[in-house]
């Protein structure tokens, strides 16, 4: 759809000034995978109450909205081999990196951060060379 | 409680602005990510429009010692470009080519993202939880070659 780049802005904005709100309030970079990471093998359970509030507001307010809008679909692929590999590969990734597209992508990079700048570099050739691999190639996803 | 509050609050609107943005949307992820098909550009107006208010808030932050709560403003990282860097970030877009889905939008598209979405979290925090041992391993390999 031709304004798709317009919600894709506003959207980007707000993402952005969420980021703005977690730096200048609580003093910390939102970093999705780091959030949840730091929960999950505990070496952020010193911080857990500040986690838990940012998922839990990230998990229940976005379905708050979804019925403005006629249909929402991630349209997600229905093979569970493709999104259980794929998962896997998401966790132990930015795990290993210390970070995903918020984190390296949008906190690194608006900082001027060399290693959030190689990151994306790196996450996006990853992600180009999967899709030609796996969909072009072997035609799995 | 201040800190929950403001915490919540972040992550409701970066929620939203990832419904909004449409990056809750699988095939919008691939289809940036996959220059040889039907090449989709709204990844990068989401990615720059996220960047304006980032970049003007490191502005404000670098002229204050603390945040508002008082937590010292967070350093830039001292670690270097490094191995796990490299091949954490290379296999972490794989995953995210192979299901066009983030950490973020993994979480934020859990209420209406059907069994797919609810797997593909678990698979991913699985694998979080296995990484401490995945790295020492990394680190022992890379010892004896």
Known sequence: ?141 | MQRAIFSFLSGALFGVGLLVSGMVDTTKVQGWLDVFGDWDPTLAFVMGGAIIPMAVAWRIAKRRETAILGTPIPFKSELRVDRDLVLGSLLFGAGWGLAGLCPGPALASLGFGGAGGLVFLLAMMAGMFATPAIRTRIERLAETT
């Open chain 1, 1 to 141: 759809m031709e304004q798709d780049w317009i919600w894709g802005l506003v959207g980007g904005l707000m993402i952005g000034s969420a980021g703005a709100l977690y730096l200048l309030v609580n003093g910390r970079v939102m970093g999705a995978s780091g959030i949840l990471g730091g929960l999950v093998d505990r070496t952020g359970w010193s911080t857990a109450a500040e986690r838990l509030a940012f998922i839990l507001g990230l998990i229940a307010i976005p379905p708050l909205i979804v019925p403005l809008y006629e249909v929402v679909d991630t349209h997600i692929t229905g093979n569970m081999a493709v999104i259980v590999a794929a998962g896997l590969l998401v966790g132990i990734g930015t795990r290993l990196a210390n970070g995903c597209t918020s984190g390296h992508g949008v906190c690194g990079i608006s900082r001027l951060s060399l290693r959030g700048l190689v990151a994306t570099v790196f996450y996006l050739l990853g992600g180009g060379l999967a899709l030609v691999l796996f969909r072009h190639v072997l035609g799995v996803v």
